[in-house]
Nanobody
Framework: QLQLVESGGGLVQPGGSLRLSCAAS????????IGWFRQAPGKEREGVSC????????NYADSVKGRFTISRDNAKNTVYLQMNSLKPEDTAVYYC??????????????WGQGTQVTVSS
């Protein structure tokens, strides 16, 4: 099956860091731009960041700019989201998605199941 699998979520204190990974199973990510999204309880899904297929361009939501960094290692078929200076409002289920080749992506073709990030004292 064609799948995206997120990992690296967990419980962290405010100001802490986590690195999320998005790995492809059954296909290569080389062709696709990859987006990270998050959804908190009672809120709409929010775009967090996007990286082009080559890794040459990235974008970030204003709420995470300067704190989060997206990167990719196509040789490992994996995309990362480094999250620093985490805040309680970053608490959400984080999803990765693949589609297109450049950012922003008009329509994503594949979605992962999500990984929980909880920022709390």
């Amino acid at each position: 099956q064609l799948q995206l699998v997120e990992s690296g979520g967990g419980l962290v204190q405010p100001g802490g860091s986590l690195r999320l990974s998005c790995a492809a199973s059954g296909f290569t990510l080389d062709y696709y731009a990859i987006g990270w999204f998050r959804q908190a309880p009672g809120k709409e899904r929010e775009g967090v960041s996007c990286i082009s297929s080559s890794g040459g361009s990235t974008n970030y939501a204003d709420s995470v700019k300067g704190r989060f960094t997206i990167s990719r290692d196509n040789a490992k078929n994996t995309v990362y989201l480094q999250m620093n200076s985490l805040k309680p409002e970053d608490t959400a289920v984080y999803y990765c998605a693949a589609g297109g080749s450049s950012c922003p992506v008009e329509e994503y073709d594949y979605w992962g199941q999500g990984t929980q990030v909880t920022v709390s004292s």
